[in-house]
């Protein structure tokens, strides 16, 4: 069975200061992808990021960058300089990959509140 | 590029009643994935489609149903409507399934009465 932890329920930060949503999952698959999303009111889940369970590269992406520790199971997420349009619910999701298909197990998510 | 987009908006049924709810991915995705979004029970997987044959279900009960068409357009069905069947159902593409990114609508709203 898989299963995705996202402890922190909600989080505020007042604009400009850094924040980072933990991520911890449980899997018994040796590949898999894992995955993180936005979730503005309009309720739509905006694609962030899929990184592979063999690449534990770190990535940046502007002011967004992932920390993937496979040795903790880990997948954390930092917005540098939060802004008040960062302002979301945020999920973290994992699914076994080469089985030809998605099906993502997400995390409660985080919703994260940024304070002009 | 349009994205994922899903009719209706959103719906209010009565218990007993059906529903069917419709979702045209990318252009070019031949995936197509069903969720559903509870505060309860958050974001559950419910069935996925590749060229019009469902490869993976997840664990609701035979109510829910869906079916994708050769265009790549899917639908999904939940029958004998419930209280609980409130949710917000979305439905996400991707090119293959299990590859690339994979994009999702903005929902279907349900409330069921």
Same mark, same amino acid.
């Given at each position: 069975? &898989?299963?995705? #932890?996202?402890?922190?329920?909600e989080i505020s930060v007042?604009?400009?200061?850094?924040?980072?949503? *933990?991520?911890?999952?449980?899997?018994?698959?040796? #590949?898999?992808?894992? $995955?993180?999303?936005?979730?503005?009111?309009?309720?739509?889940?905006? $694609?962030?990021?899929?990184?592979?369970?063999? *690449?534990?590269?770190?990535?940046?992406?502007?002011?967004?960058?992932?920390?993937?520790?496979?040795?903790?199971?880990? $997948?954390?997420?930092?917005?540098?300089?939060?802004?008040?349009? *960062?302002s979301?619910?945020?999920?973290?999701?994992?699914?076994?990959?080469?089985?030809?298909?998605? &099906?993502?197990?997400?995390?409660?998510?985080?919703k994260l509140s940024v304070i002009? | 590029?349009?994205?994922?987009?899903?009719?209706?908006?959103?719906?209010?049924?009565?218990?007993?009643?059906?529903?069917?709810?419709?979702?045209?991915?990318?252009?070019?995705?031949?995936?197509?994935?069903?969720? +559903?979004?509870?505060?309860?029970?958050?974001?559950?997987?419910?069935?996925?489609?590749?060229?019009?044959?469902?490869?993976?279900?997840?664990?609701?009960?035979?109510?829910?149903?869906?079916? +994708?068409?050769?265009?790549?357009?899917?639908?999904?069905?939940?029958?004998?409507?419930?209280?609980?069947?409130?949710?917000?159902?979305?439905?996400?593409?991707?090119?293959?399934?299990?590859?690339?990114?994979?994009?999702?609508?903005?929902?279907?709203?349900?409330?069921?009465?």
């Open positions: 069975a &898989q299963k995705v #932890t996202q402890a922190q329920t007042v604009e400009k200061e850094d924040v980072t949503l *933990d991520c911890v999952y449980e899997t018994r698959d040796t #590949t898999y992808y894992l $995955f993180w999303y936005k979730q503005p009111p309009s309720g739509e889940l905006v $694609f962030l990021i899929r990184r592979n369970s063999f *690449d534990e590269q770190n990535e940046i992406s502007g002011r967004y960058s992932w920390n993937f520790q496979k040795s903790t199971s880990s $997948f954390n997420f930092t917005i540098t300089a939060s802004q008040v349009v *960062d979301a619910v945020y999920f973290c999701a994992l699914s076994p990959s080469g089985a030809g298909s998605y &099906q993502l197990t997400f995390g409660k998510g985080t002009p | 590029k349009a994205g994922v987009t899903q009719t209706p908006r959103y719906l209010i049924k009565t218990r007993g009643q059906q529903v069917t709810l419709s979702c045209s991915p990318i252009s070019g995705h031949r995936s197509v994935s069903w969720y +559903q979004q509870t505060p309860g029970q958050g974001l559950q997987f419910l069935f996925e489609y590749f060229s019009e044959t469902q490869r993976n279900k997840g664990n609701f009960p035979g109510r829910f149903s869906g079916r +994708q068409f050769s265009n790549s357009r899917s639908e999904m069905n939940v029958s004998t409507l419930e209280l609980g069947d409130s949710a917000l159902y979305l439905c996400a593409s991707s090119v293959a399934g299990g590859t690339g990114e994979l994009f999702f609508g903005e929902g279907s709203r349900l409330t069921v009465l």
